[in-house]
Each structure stands twice: as structure tokens, then as C-alpha cells.
């Protein structure tokens, strides 16, 4: 039996192939609530692997998404008692700085709070009167109590079909307002990103590619004014010679390594997911 009082908070992922996002958002929920559950609608990437590694509950959900069957869907889960839980539809539209807007419903003591998704073509209506199985999820927050009233409800159920000490609310969801913000280093540019990620990952072709094709290029340069400017040999003309050469020679070289690295890199990476290498290590460690 779910308990009626609770005190730890469960936040509940839904969405499907999310596999770019969905570290993030288990990073951030883990940070604010003590479990974090990831309902998966059907992916077809590398979400669910990803949610397992970083130690995240996944559960299959195969029906019709709606809040009703999610919650008759929770309660038969193995998911423990004694949380209240805030579900959350992942789309695309949807931004990770909603998340602390969002948490906040957790601490108002609703026992029910459901924010659908607005319809612009819909004319004005009255919440109370909607049926809460037809809305689509754009987050749902539920206690023990709430979590247990929502499964229990039929599915042509409104808010006014739940009884006078329940505290519900069915509200349609609203936008934040997009206040001006300042661009980090990593943000500012698509070419700020790439420079910050090959200096993060040690990337061959900016450790020995953009230094190779510095020197490749002074050195080609400084060859023709060479030639131009000593026009007898002695042991200056020829020892500046030799440095512009070997400066040329290194420039290629340094290129080539950089290729050349490049290259095998993407071999072993190719190699490794092949033979799942890197599974095999983990079990070995683990």
C-alpha cells in the first residue's frame, strides 16, 4: 500500500528518443529531488542504455499516453511508496530552465496539479469541466494521496469528480518569458564550441594540425625572401636556409601526424563499439 504522507520527491521523465538531452535532465533532477524514473515511450537510439548507465530506473510504457492510465501505469510499477511524484512530458519545445518553475508545485501542497498542453484554436473554456484523460501531459504533479485518487478515476473523470478534501488544480500551461540572456565562451559561437572541444578532448588535429600548418605556411614564406635577399653563400645565408626548410619540414610533418592520428582514432573508436570493448571493461572493474 502506497503511504499517505510523504517527504522525498520522485521526479518522472516521459518522452521518447531523448538521447542528446537526456543526461542533462538526470542531472539536473538528481540535483533537486531524491529519484529520478525515466518512463520510455518507445525509443529507438541510445536513450534508455544512456538513462541505465547513469543508474536511472526505466520503465516501458507501451499504452496511450494519457494521465489516468499513467498513474494506474505507476502504481503497478515496482517503484517504492512514500514519494510524491512530478511527471514530466519531454518534447521538444520543452527547456531545461522550466525545471525549477516546475518544482515549485511540489511545495504547494496540491495533491493534484495538472498542466495540459494549450490548445491556440481552442476557444476559452472552463478547467473544471475537462476531461482529464483527453489533455495531453505537460507536467503532472501528484502526492501519494493524488497519485491514488488519479488511478482510481474513470476515464471520462473531471476535476469535479473528485471529492471536496481532495486539493486539485487543472490549468492550462503557460510559457516563461524569454528574458535576455549572456552567452557563455561555449555558447557563443558554433566555432567557440568546437575550439573548447578540442582543447577539453585533446583533439590530434588542433595539438599537431593548426601548429604544423603555421609553421608549414611561415616557412614557405620566409624560403622565397630567403632566396631573394642572400645572394652569396656563407654561414649565415645557409644556416637561415636550413631553419626555413626544416621549419617547412616540421609544418608537413606535424600535418601528417595529425591526419594520420585522426584517422586511427576513428579506427579504434569503430573497433571498440564493434566488439563492445568498452562494456567489457566495466564488467571487468565492476
Not at 610533418?253 to 569503430?270: C, D, H, N, P, S
Amino acid at each position: 500500500m502506497w503511504n499517505v504522507t510523504e517527504d522525498k520527491l520522485r521526479i518522472v521523465y516521459v518522452g521518447r528518443d531523448i538521447e542528446l538531452r537526456i543526461i542533462s535532465l538526470l542531472v539536473r533532477a538528481q540535483e533537486i529531488s531524491q529519484e529520478v524514473v525515466f518512463v520510455d515511450l518507445g525509443s529507438s537510439d541510445s536513450t534508455i542504455e544512456l538513462a541505465e548507465e547513469f543508474g536511472c530506473q526505466v520503465l516501458n510504457y507501451g499504452d496511450q499516453l494519457n494521465a489516468c492510465d499513467l498513474a494506474k501505469f505507476i502504481t503497478k510499477s515496482s517503484l517504492s511508496s512514500g514519494y510524491s511524484n512530478l511527471v514530466i512530458s519531454i518534447t521538444q519545445d520543452w527547456k531545461l530552465r522550466e525545471l525549477p518553475v516546475i518544482v515549485n508545485r511540489s511545495r504547494e501542497g496540491w495533491d493534484l496539479y495538472f498542466s495540459f498542453v494549450k490548445n491556440d484554436k481552442a476557444e476559452k473554456i472552463n478547467e473544471d469541466d475537462l476531461v482529464i484523460s483527453s489533455l495531453e501531459i505537460d507536467h503532472l504533479f501528484l502526492s501519494s494521496k493524488g497519485l491514488l485518487g488519479l488511478a482510481d478515476s474513470t476515464e471520462l473523470s473531471t476535476a469535479m469528480n473528485f471529492s471536496s478534501d481532495f486539493k486539485i488544480r487543472v490549468i492550462e500551461s503557460s510559457s516563461l518569458l524569454n528574458l535576455p540572456q549572456r552567452e557563455s565562451l561555449a555558447s557563443a559561437s558554433r566555432f567557440a564550441q568546437l575550439f573548447y572541444w578540442m582543447l577539453e578532448t585533446k583533439h590530434p588535429l588542433f595539438l599537431f594540425g593548426i601548429p604544423g600548418i603555421v609553421l608549414f605556411v611561415l616557412g614557405y614564406k620566409l624560403s622565397g625572401n630567403v632566396v631573394d635577399t642572400f645572394s652569396e653563400l656563407n654561414s649565415v645565408s645557409i644556416g637561415v636556409t636550413l631553419t626555413t626548410i626544416a621549419m617547412t619540414l616540421i609544418g608537413l610533418f606535424a600535418m601528417m601526424v595529425a591526419i594520420i592520428l585522426y584517422i586511427m582514432g576513428k579506427q579504434v573508436e569503430q573497433i571498440q563499439s564493434q566488439y563492445n570493448w568498452n562494456n567489457r571493461d566495466v564488467k571487468q572493474l565492476k
